[in-house]
């Protein structure tokens, strides 16, 4: 380095010394990428609007507000043929978040039995999850969805063989059809003692953890939790007069009408996603316990724990900090995955949003929407697990 | 043309824009050698591959007729199937040349999509298929019935507004591909099949037992079928509805595949107008071809009702009548104008 400075500054020389001057090659190199990206940024939406224009078609997101004149097999809110585009989208919208959101629930229960089941000293259920894993890990996800729907609609009976099942549920290839509960007067009831109930206990809980470092006394806050949470509500239930009727399901010509219906589409690509997704979590939980040093567990075998106390509140919450951040990269496979319940017919985002640009024409406006929205899903997500992760980080003292 | 191929690049792989719609379509056609044409991904009789993998069908025969008008050989054809989804994008976007793909003429498809209609090949309506076993006679009994229909088509909203405006319930069953359609309908996930009723008696015949399903009387809609372009291509947009005409004019004047070379010799002016043997006939050229385009069409894929009959005729396993699709002098509503 010194060698430069002492040589005469010829021209040359002035420019060599910029080119090995990390700092000013840095620069050079960063301002290089971004004119990079926003030339070819500027040239992507430059040619799309120039092609626009020339094909002649209608575009902005004005269309959104049109009558959408189709039908969607499930919605979570009330949709009918006159509800607007932008309705229609927001439906698919909802129940991407229902699939997602129970799919990451089983996936992560599953997952977390797998990946400890493989761990187990147990040669058999070792072995069995070992197979789970591979098998599920092996497979392309639309194959096991077309497996499931295809598993639902072949072995169930047609819907007139349904399978009854007690309390007025029926089994058929068109679905899981129960009652459906309806609420009457003073039902505000029950919800507002659920909300009182998880305070209480949350309360009490705060309360045990402060008595049992002050005294070394134990509390069973689980089950005074489970008397408060499920006990409260019930006991409003019955103080309301018990205001809750069914509407059954009744066979009627083609179907059975009333009741609340769980699509079969919605069911193979619950279960699909879910065991899919749970062979990579076990694999996750897995590769973050064996994270966990041998001598962790050894310490606290000496120190006198049991193996329950050694797993609960020593082993776990380290292995947590290991296993969060790829827990949410398969959180947002599950998610993204979800969008191939279009294959089936699942009325998601996706298929709700396609058939909006199929409609309208709109090709470039409806997918705009769609990435926008499942990058706000998945950023949302991370989000959620960054200060999640951040929470059960190891707190240095 | 730098701007082309990096916006067919990135365009591809972001918006599936191939390449940009570019005037002249027949240039690009003749300089390539063959059409590009749009077709069902597997309709019988209207559009599907053969056991050794060749294209056949009414609409295919259609793609044929332009390519013999072209190109005086009916085989320069390549064919992009296309799902209900993909069709509109692949013609917008220039990855086929034109599309004849039982596609129902709309004003919306006209206007804002961008496209060209005018000839239509058949005319349909939307029907209902049910198993026979639930004994219904029209389609005013379906109410609560599950109903199996193909996203994005005009059917699916013409289902809603069906049920809609007859007070009827349904439960919609919604699929993107038509095999998914017919397979969910196979495995009795809905009890009605609704799609345009020649659509019905393609897919019929590949049911596992065609014999116990029934088509209900009722048409609930009107669908023009034919051929679309992209807008902004007049000489195009001519010679696709032109080759349509032409078709229909032979079966009006009584030339077929086999009469078409014997028909040269006619005295009929008219006739010799359209075969292109009158001197300083100037049709084929005005239109940008040569004036045997007409004769080309009816020798590569014969007239109208050779068209029809052979794919979907009587003789077929479709069987389905002329109806509205005989000529204007028998009835029907195919009629070309003159070609003078």
């Known amino acids: 380095m010194t060698d430069h400075a002492v040589i005469a500054p010829s021209e040359a020389g002035i420019l060599r010394s910029y080119i090995y001057d990390p700092k000013f090659r840095g620069i050079f190199f960063q301002l290089l990428t971004l004119i990079t990206v926003v030339v070819v940024g500027w040239w992507i939406f430059d040619n799309t609007v120039e092609n626009l224009a020339r094909s002649g078609t209608a575009s902005g997101y004005g269309f959104l507000r049109g009558r959408a004149g189709f039908d969607i097999g499930q919605a979570l809110i009330p949709y009918t043929s006159d509800s607007t585009y932008g309705r229609a989208i927001f439906v698919g919208f909802l129940n991407t978040v229902l699939v997602a959101v129970f799919g990451i629930i089983t996936a992560t229960f599953v997952g977390f039995i797998i990946g400890l089941g493989r761990l187990s000293k147990n040669w058999l259920i070792a072995r069995l999850c070992t197979v789970y894993v591979e098998i599920f890990r092996n497979i392309p996800v639309l194959l096991i969805i077309f497996f499931w729907y295809k598993g639902v609609l072949d072995s169930l009976p047609q819907v007139r063989d349904s399978i009854a099942l007690p309390f007025n549920i029926f089994l058929n290839n068109r679905g899981l059809a129960f009652p459906r509960p309806i609420w009457g007067d003073g039902a505000w009831l029950i919800p507002l003692a659920l909300v009182i109930g998880i305070v209480a206990t949350m309360v009490v809980a705060r309360w045990a953890k402060q008595r049992q470092i002050a005294t070394g006394k134990q509390f069973h806050t689980v089950r005074a939790g489970i008397g408060l949470i499920v006990g409260l509500p019930f006991l409003a239930f019955l103080a309301a007069g018990a205001p809750l009727t069914f509407d059954y399901p009744i066979a009627g010509r083609f179907n059975l009408t009333g009741g609340t219906r769980i699509l079969p589409e919605f069911v193979a690509l619950y279960l699909a996603l879910s065991l899919y997704t749970a062979s990579f979590i076990a694999e996750v939980i897995r590769a973050g316990i064996r994270g966990v040093p041998k001598g962790q567990s050894e310490a606290s075998f000496a120190l006198g724990l049991q193996p329950s106390h050694t797993t609960r509140l020593v082993i776990v919450p380290q292995a947590m900090r290991i296993i969060i951040p790829p827990l949410t990269s398969q959180y947002l496979n599950l998610t993204k995955n979800s969008s191939l319940g279009v294959a089936i017919g699942f009325p998601e985002l996706f298929s709700t949003t396609s058939t909006t640009l199929n409609q309208t024409g709109q090709a470039v406006e409806a997918i705009s929407i769609m990435l926008t929205v499942y990058l706000a899903i998945s950023i949302a997500t991370s989000l959620f697990m960054n200060w999640f992760n951040a929470k059960m980080a190891l707190v240095e003292r | ?340």
Not at chain 2, 51 to 58: I, R
Not at chain 2, 155 to 175: G, M, S
Request: aromatic letters at 10%; glycine letters at 10%; proline letters at 4%.
């Open chain 2, 1 to 340: 043309m730098k701007k082309t191929l990096l916006s067919a690049a990135i365009g591809a792989a972001v918006l599936g824009f191939a390449s940009a719609a570019s005037a002249a379509t027949l240039d690009n056609v003749k300089s390539k050698g063959f059409v590009q044409c749009g077709v069902n991904t597997g309709l019988a009789g209207f559009a599907a591959p053969d056991s050794a993998g060749n294209w056949t069908g009414f609409d295919v025969d259609y793609c044929k007729a332009v390519a013999a008008a072209i190109f005086g050989d009916a085989t320069k054809v390549k064919y992009t199937p296309t799902t209900a989804q993909s069709r509109f994008t692949a013609l917008q976007s220039g990855e086929v040349d034109l599309l004849a793909r039982n596609t129902t003429w709309t004003i919306s498809r006209d206007t804002a999509l961008g496209l060209n209609f005018r000839y239509v090949n058949y005319y349909d309506g939307q029907g209902f298929m049910v198993p026979k076993s639930l004994n219904v006679k029209s389609a005013l009994e379906l109410s609560g019935a599950a109903v199996c229909v193909q996203s994005g088509t005009t059917t699916e909203l013409n289902l809603a507004d069906y049920f809609k405006a007859n007070n009827l319930q349904y439960n919609p069953v919604v699929f993107e591909k038509l095999e998914e359609v017919n397979a969910a309908y196979q495995a009795g996930r809905c009890d009605v099949y609704t799609t345009d009723q020649s659509g019905l008696y393609a897919i019929r015949l590949g049911l596992s037992n065609p014999d116990e399903h029934v088509i209900l009387p009722e048409i609930i809609s009107k669908e023009p079928l034919g051929p679309a372009v992209r807008q902004g291509d007049d000489q195009w947009f001519d010679i696709v509805m032109w080759a349509g005409y032409a078709l229909v004019q032979a079966e009006e004047f009584g030339i077929t595949q086999a009469n078409v070379d014997e028909m040269k010799n006619s005295t009929n002016p008219d006739i010799r107008r359209f075969l292109g043997v009158e001197k300083d006939t100037k049709i084929g050229t005005d239109l940008g071809l040569t004036n045997e385009w007409a004769y080309n069409i009816v020798k590569g894929v014969g007239n109208y009702a050779e068209v029809f009959e052979r794919n979907i005729g009587q003789n077929t396993p479709l069987k389905i009548e002329r109806g509205l699709n005989a000529l204007w002098t028998k009835g029907g509503l195919q009629y070309a104008p003159p070609i003078r």
